[in-house]
């Protein structure tokens, strides 16, 4: 007897007819035996089409031909897949290629989903040429230098929702998604870029989070996340940020920063915006070294009137030891030229802050940490240093020196200029060569060779 194949009914004794005739409600084989039994078919092994009784075989589903009254056989069918690359795995619209060459793919690919790992960043261009519908391409660890070549050769590109590119060495993104305004995730993490330029982003108006940590980031400018409208999230996290431009957020509106650098949260762009980095206690927000017209007014009084008065001290304690040789006179001039030596550093060192406040004024925020590293600032250290230490030296000195006097005040070694001359000059040299010490060991023990705060404080 002849068998039919398993996309076809048996009419009992007959011929072959197609499954989608049986149940049909018409007589497909000789005394309708396809008709028999339909009232409540469950049809096991089978597809039941909707709201009928009509089974099909599975040969019969996605073969391109509507057997169900509504085509329902058809749908959700995957189409037929290409041949998947070499070193490559592929499941429906997903592919992944780890340590592939991948050489040039001449077929047109549905792929929505794309993984590229340990691959030759110099294939990927011709790769991804026919890769005419991805939504979500990572291409990390591939050593990629330069992105922008690689995916402006997708053709999708407004498409393109989710881009990877993290773990590369990638130098620069420059103009790189003027044609990518589709994307909603981006993660550039751990590669190379240094800076960003104005406007880098501008394109990407439906971005929702951005991970831009462990770059090595030094500097942002105005306007680098203009145009991030709808940007949620940003981590800018284990970079070495140093400029911050008061604008560089300005035209966003993140609603969390995640970063190590409290200055970028100093430049939020709302109000209600979170950010975890807080200030420690010696810093501020203020876009001024001096934190008020008050502060500079008292700092440049105290600095100008000292200098003053302690310059003019000097020239006095100085006429005073050249014409006095030896004498309570003397001695009490040379202990005197000490104590102004000392106040005088004080004044030099208040003196570079005002100077430095003077000379930044608002642009301070953004160069903090090009001053805080600056010579001039280790020198205003120095000073502080040989101030303190000085102070110390001398007014010990003056209070050892009354209770000899007042022990014996005929017969000590206080009223031996020879003795005062040679202390002194031993107060000097220490301070010199122990501050000098302390400010090399601190600059190549400091983190970036910078200064704990704008005050030039070697510790806070």
Not at 19 to 29: G, I, Y
Not at 355 to 372: C, H, I, K, P, Q
Request: proline share 4%; aromatic share 12%.
């Amino acid at each position: 007897m002849y068998k039919c194949k398993e996309t076809y009914f048996k009419c009992p004794g007959y011929y072959c007819i197609p499954w989608r005739l049986v149940c049909n409600s018409d007589w497909d084989c000789p005394l309708g035996t396809d008709e028999i039994n339909c009232t409540g078919r469950t049809c096991p092994g089978q597809f039941r089409c909707h709201n009928t009784s009509i089974c099909l075989a599975t040969g019969n589903m996605c073969d391109g031909v509507s057997d169900c009254n509504l085509g329902d056989d058809e749908f959700f069918c995957f189409p037929k897949l290409p041949p998947c690359p070499q070193n490559c795995s592929c499941v429906i619209y997903s592919i992944s290629c780890q340590h592939s060459l991948l050489r040039k793919y001449h077929h047109v690919v549905p792929f929505v989903h794309i993984v590229i790992l340990h691959s030759y960043p110099d294939a990927l261009t011709n790769f991804f040429k026919e890769f005419k519908k991805a939504v979500v391409l990572s291409l990390s660890h591939n050593n990629l230098v330069k992105l922008c070549p690689v995916i402006t050769i997708l053709p999708n590109k407004h498409e393109l929702a989710i881009l990877i590119a993290a773990h590369n060495n990638i130098i620069t993104v420059d103009l790189c998604f003027n044609d990518f305004s589709g994307i909603r995730y981006l993660d550039l993490s751990w590669n190379l870029i240094k800076s960003l330029k104005q406007f880098s982003f501008s394109k990407l108006l439906i971005l929702k989070v951005l991970d831009f940590s462990g770059n090595g980031l030094e500097t942002l400018q105005h306007n680098a996340f203009t145009g991030l409208s709808k940007l949620d999230v940003l981590i800018l996290n284990e970079n070495l940020i140093r400029a911050v431009a008061t604008q560089a957020l300005q035209g966003s509106s993140i609603k969390y920063i995640s970063t190590d650098n409290f200055k970028v949260c100093c430049i939020k762009p709302m109000s209600k915006t979170l950010c975890n980095a807080q200030a420690p206690w010696p810093y501020s927000c203020s876009l001024r070294l001096l934190t008020s017209i008050t502060q500079t007014g008292i700092v440049w009084v105290i600095t100008l009137i000292g200098i003053l008065l302690n310059t003019f001290a000097l020239i006095i304690n100085m006429l005073k030891i050249s014409k006095e040789k030896q004498g309570v006179g003397y001695n009490y001039s040379i202990t005197v030229l000490g104590i102004v030596i000392v106040d005088l550093s004080a004044c030099m060192n208040l003196f570079i802050i005002a100077v430095a406040d003077l000379n930044y004024g608002d642009s301070y925020f953004t160069n903090e940490y090009s001053w805080r590293g600056s010579l001039l600032c280790y020198a205003g250290s120095f000073l502080s240093i040989s101030f303190q230490t000085m102070s110390f030296f001398v007014i010990s000195f003056i209070a050892l020196s009354r209770f000899y006097l007042v022990k014996n005040p005929f017969d000590t070694i206080f009223l031996n200029p020879s003795f005062i001359k040679r202390c002194m000059f031993i107060f000097v040299t220490f301070t010199l060569i122990s501050s000098l010490g302390i400010i090399l060991s601190s600059r190549y023990s400091l983190k970036s060779f910078l200064l704990p705060t704008g005050i030039c404080l070697i510790i806070v």
